[in-house]
């Protein structure tokens, strides 16, 4: 249930830390604030 996405944050971060830059952070912040939002399958 958790395996897509922790992958999901993992290929995130890793594209933000390949790009550092604010509009990467606000990025991940807005997948993961969405992602809170859903309730799990």
Do not use: D, R
Not at 5 to 27: G, N, R, W
Not at 30 to 41: W, Y
Request: proline content about 7%; cysteine-free; charged content about 5%.
């Amino acid at each position: 249930m958790y395996h897509g996405l922790f992958s999901k944050l993992a290929m995130v971060l890793y594209l933000a830390f390949q790009t550092p830059s604010e509009k990467a952070l606000l990025i991940w912040f807005s997948i993961f604030a969405f992602q809170q939002t859903i309730p799990p399958m």
